[in-house]
């Protein structure tokens, strides 16, 4: 799908990034088997990730990092999903939260330098663990099961999280609980070796395998007061582009199950015609729909993108708009992937072909947050009061 790429490719900073990406998403597919089979993650990835310095990329220019647009962000991270949607993912999250932490300095600026010097240096990698079985997605609201119990000048910490991507990888956690003292949920930076942390083999799931997204689990693990960073602000969240990398993500997969269609197609003649099906006329239908479709997307989501970038003060209305991109790219996302699996016909099945594993992975974007019953509530709420 070179011609689609050379559209969104604008400079050649842009360029110099995309081939980074290309060379992290060539590492990733060499062990999809792997990863897919044992519901693991590649060091093998991560360390050409690292070669390529992209944990430090979403950090500003004057702090060491590249200073990453949301526009760059999202063309690297799409690319990355052709390779391995899982890895795009896992990495993502670490991205987003480093561009989050800089520009709404969320945190006090020794606790920042602390991470982000490392970041910088040892290419290091971070992700919040949020997630509770009890509580499900903290989008929804539920308060974290997960306590810290101040003991005189230390936290004591017990929990569990789920959905910690990556977990075993990482070299920090950053842990949400409820901190007893000041009654309400904060968040503590974690370094991987602290005693009392275990990662618990828990992840097994239809897709999205090679995301590890496995259990973190603390028991009477001993913090500092300093390692808590960051409080439960009383005000309303102001909307986050870099989730942005959620649909990018799934984006990529479709991308990648287009081009595998359309060589399919090109490739395969059964002894019944005289011409590959590239030539019948039904499938050049689902290619022509998946093209289509795939076009809408990278429109909606990188013209957002741009917007982002380019008007700041606009951003704290984007809200509905950032929600409506991910709503329609991952739906759209599961569309092409389910048209490519038709093209493939039973062959798509078959783990012979990567088609079945697009088709697994591409539904985890659905349950990505923000839902997409919440999405359309939201939007109808805005136009309600809008039209007042």
């Known amino acids: 799908m070179a011609g689609v790429w050379k559209r969104w490719i604008k400079n050649s900073r842009q360029q110099e990034l995309f081939e980074k990406a290309e060379r992290i998403a060539e590492e990733a597919r060499k062990h999809i088997s792997d990863t897919d089979r044992e519901a693991s993650f590649s060091y093998e990835t991560l360390n050409v990730i690292k070669e390529e310095r992209y944990p430090s990329m979403s950090l500003p220019e004057s702090e060491g990092g590249k200073g990453l647009s949301l526009y760059e962000f999202l063309l690297m991270q799409e690319k990355i999903a052709e390779g391995d949607g899982a890895v795009a993912l896992s990495i993502g999250w670490h991205m987003g939260i480093m561009m989050e932490l800089s520009q709404e300095q969320l945190w006090e600026k020794t606790s920042y330098n602390r991470l982000v010097n490392e970041v910088i240096s040892e290419q290091k990698v971070v992700n919040r663990a949020a997630t509770e079985p009890a509580t499900g997605s903290p989008t929804r609201g539920g308060l974290p099961e997960t306590k810290a119990v101040r003991r005189g000048d230390q936290y004591i910490l017990n929990g569990r999280k789920s959905f910690t991507s990556m977990a075993e990888h990482l070299d920090y956690y950053i842990v949400s609980a409820y901190v007893e003292d000041k009654d309400t949920v904060g968040w503590f930076l974690i370094d991987r070796h602290q005693p009392g942390l275990s990662v618990d083999k828990t992840w097994d799931t239809l897709g999205m395998r090679g995301t590890a997204s496995d259990d973190l689990v603390m028991e009477d693990v001993e913090l500092q007061e300093s390692d808590l960073v960051e409080l439960k602000s009383g005000s309303k969240s102001s909307p986050k582009g870099w989730l942005l990398h ?122 990505n947050p923000p839902m997409d019953d919440a999405v359309v509530s939201m939007l109808a709420k805005q136009a309600i009061v809008e039209d007042d």
């Open 246 to 367: 959620i649909p990018a993500c799934y984006l990529g997969i479709a991308v990648a199950a287009r081009n595998d269609a359309v060589a399919f197609a090109k490739d395969f003649q059964p002894n019944s015609l005289d011409t590959p099906i590239s030539e019948v006329s039904h499938i050049q239908d689902k290619i022509g729909e998946m093209e289509w479709k795939l076009l809408q997307a990278h429109s909606f989501l990188y013209s957002v993108a741009r917007k982002w970038d380019e008007e700041p003060e606009q951003r704290n209305q984007m809200g509905a708009e950032l929600a409506a991109v991910k709503l329609a790219v991952t739906n759209t996302a599961n569309e092409v992937v389910d048209l490519a699996m038709r093209i493939a016909g039973g062959r798509g099945l078959s783990k012979t072909y990567a088609f079945e594993k697009y088709y697994r992975d591409v539904r985890a974007g659905l349950h």
